[in-house]
């Protein structure tokens, strides 16, 4: 799956109902994701992840919780590439996600849920990069955290 087949996938499965922590768009991906190959789940995996990496930076989280960050970039990716590319080019764009606490952490454990259906087994998901928060050494360079 590449970029562009991702942000569609979000796009197709975003509900037009209030969805403030993503559970209706994380059940919506999970369905439709269990519906297709397991490339697809694994694609979907790996662009996720890249995401959420890309979302790591100093600039977003150094006021917040190493989960409350996650989670918040998840809010940020749940929202749409729009918001996503918004937020990467405007930093404070990301500051009413962390103010205001919105989380999508049910868009976290989305490939693995579509994975355990598909296959009847749980999955110890490896993606290339980390979505854990501060795993991106170049986003948190002129950090303390970064020593």
Do not use: K
């Not at 490339?39 to 890249?50: D, I, K, M, N, Y």
């Amino acid at each position: 799956m590449d970029e562009d087949a991702f942000w569609q996938l979000i796009e197709a499965c975003s509900s037009v109902e209030p969805d403030p922590d993503a559970e209706l768009l994380s059940d919506h991906l999970t369905e439709r994701l269990a519906r297709s190959a397991l490339p697809l789940v694994v694609g979907f995996a790996e662009q996720l992840s890249w995401a959420l990496y890309r979302l790591d930076r100093e600039e977003y989280g150094r006021e917040l919780s190493g989960d409350a960050f996650l989670y918040t970039r998840a809010a940020v990716v749940a929202a749409g590439r729009t918001a996503f590319d918004r937020v990467l080019e405007v930093p404070a764009a990301f500051t009413p996600y962390a103010v205001d606490l919105i989380w999508a952490e049910s868009l976290l454990y989305t490939p693995d849920r579509a994975y355990r259906r598909l296959t009847g087994e749980e999955w110890d998901r490896r993606t290339r990069y980390s979505f854990e928060s501060y795993s991106n050494t170049d986003g948190w360079a002129g950090s303390q955290l970064s020593t």
